[in-house]
């Protein structure tokens, strides 16, 4: 199995779980804490990953005895994200935790939250431009490696197809977010793998409407028949390979799949060997620490060195019974 954290981060995530351990109950906390968040992001509860994260927020939010509100589009926009940011900073809140899938769409109303004193972390996508003079102004980012993902599953293509004899010549991913850097990083990861092995890697332009998806991943296969092996970037596309798979009638091994996320369509597929992993950034994780963290820091003005890394975490045959059922207790 992949080693899917370095020392680093296995420390500050083993630090983090001591943090929660040892922050005092709400009960003893003063009255002057009385804080107030807003989680800013591209997407909300219309599509269902994001309501473990929303989860994950309420659940710290009652934990620290802090109001956390969301502000989100239901389903994904980033261009929503600008006046939502504005709305935070105008209502004086605490803290903030924001999406980056597209920084130049938010970066004036970043910098106003700046200049208004109110901290900001990045949470599920990062700041490409992190590390760089075009960096947000943020404290530091809770969430997965998409480019590492995307490499985790590429190397699982390649090692099925190997063990089962295929040629691989070809490969598809699709896009079902454009301009959201965290899928164009999944992207390049899996492209990375599969093109130093000489496979080519197809991008398709698609949507998180899983009919309409599933007829554009119809007319691709028809239109490129040596292709056998997909990676999808979410659920919904996801959903929308698994109607094609039923209405083409594919038997497993017809066609490679690996995909990011959770849903039990997900489970189901990989417990059948439809799937053969999903990558998980346990989105939970990201909304709790989020929380934890503008408290932390608003309350003793501590941080972190670096960023707090939540994945990839492989989810396949060996532990899909473990993580579903974390999944349905809503922590996963």
């Known amino acids: 199995m992949m080693q899917r954290f370095t020392m680093s981060q296995r420390l500050t995530l083993s630090i983090t779980l001591l943090v929660i ?17 807003a989680f800013v992001t591209h997407g909300g509860p219309g599509n269902p990953f994001w309501n473990v994260v929303i989860q994950g927020m309420d659940d710290a939010a009652q934990r620290y005895d802090v109001e956390a509100q969301w502000l989100s589009n239901p389903t994904f926009s980033i261009e929503d994200m600008a006046d939502f940011l504005d709305d935070a900073i105008a209502a004086r809140i605490d803290g903030l935790a924001i999406t980056c899938p597209d920084p130049d769409a938010i970066r004036e109303n970043v910098e106003r939250a700046r200049q208004a004193g109110i901290p900001v972390i990045v949470l599920n996508t990062a700041d490409p431009h992190a590390g760089s003079d075009h960096a947000l102004p ?3 980012y809770i969430g997965a490696s998409e480019y590492l993902s995307g490499q985790a599953n590429g190397r699982a293509i390649l090692e099925a197809a190997a063990q089962r004899g295929i040629d691989l010549q070809r490969a598809l991913c699709p896009i079902q977010e454009i301009g959201h850097s965290g899928l164009e990083a999944r992207f390049a990861g899996f492209q990375s793998v599969l093109a130093e092995a000489g496979v080519q890697v197809d991008g398709l332009t698609i949507s998180n409407n ?13 239109a490129h028949p040596d292709c056998r092996a997909i990676a999808t970037l979410g659920p919904l596309p996801a959903d929308a390979l698994y109607l094609y798979m039923e ?10 799949h690996v995909t990011h996320d959770t849903s039990g369509a997900i489970f189901d597929r990989i417990r059948t060997g439809y799937t053969l992993q999903a990558i998980d950034q346990q989105p939970y994780l990201q909304g709790y620490l989020s929380v934890m963290f503008l408290y932390l820091h608003k309350r003793f003005g501590l941080s972190l060195a670096s960023d707090a890394l939540t994945g990839p975490f492989v989810i396949d045959a060996t532990n899909v019974d473990t993580i579903a059922d974390l999944v ?3 922590f996963r």
């Open 328 to 330: 349905a207790q809503g």
């Open 21 to 37: 351990c040892i922050v005092p109950a709400a009960g003893d906390q003063t009255e002057q804490d009385n804080l107030r968040f």
């Open 138 to 140: 943020t404290l530091f």
């Open 210 to 222: 899983v009919e309409a998806s599933s007829g554009l991943l119809a007319d691709y296969f028809l």
């Open 247 to 256: 209405d083409e009638a594919l038997a497993v091994g017809d066609l490679l």
